[in-house]
């Protein structure tokens, strides 16, 4: 079956940069990563699942929200079958669980999720 399991998540101080990766497994004929698109959300307690970043089959083809435009990255590694989240100038607001997800038509398949913590 398809996994995701990201990596990377920590404990850091504001102004510090952290990178999450995603890695993709249990992929057959019919079900290439390359084709995906890949997306990273989060969730901090008491609150909405706030979409972060995704992108396409391309690494040009990326979106962000507002509250992380600048700051993130996101990049894909297919030969790995590997999505990366790059954190530049973390902030505390930037504290919660994050997940990753592939998505093609029907298919949608998620991670278990990775804190990041951000704090003095």
């Known amino acids: 079956q398809v996994q995701l399991v990201e990596s990377g998540g920590g404990l850091v101080q504001p102004g510090e940069s952290l990178t999450l990766s995603c890695a993709a497994s249990?992929?057959?004929?019919?079900?290439?990563?390359?084709?995906?698109?890949v997306s990273w959300s989060r969730q901090a307690p008491g609150k909405e699942r706030e979409a972060v970043a995704s992108i396409g089959w391309s690494d040009d083809i990326t979106y962000y929200a507002d509250s992380v435009k600048g700051r993130f990255t996101i990049s894909r590694d297919n030969a790995k079958n590997t999505v990366y989240l790059r954190m530049n100038n973390l902030k505390p607001e930037d504290t919660a669980a994050y997940f990753c997800?592939?998505?093609?038509?029907?298919?949608?398949?998620w991670g278990q999720g990775i804190q990041v913590a951000v704090s003095s």
């Open positions: 997800r592939a998505h093609l038509g029907t298919y949608d398949f």
């Open positions: 249990g992929f057959t004929f019919g079900f290439t990563f390359s084709h995906f698109g």
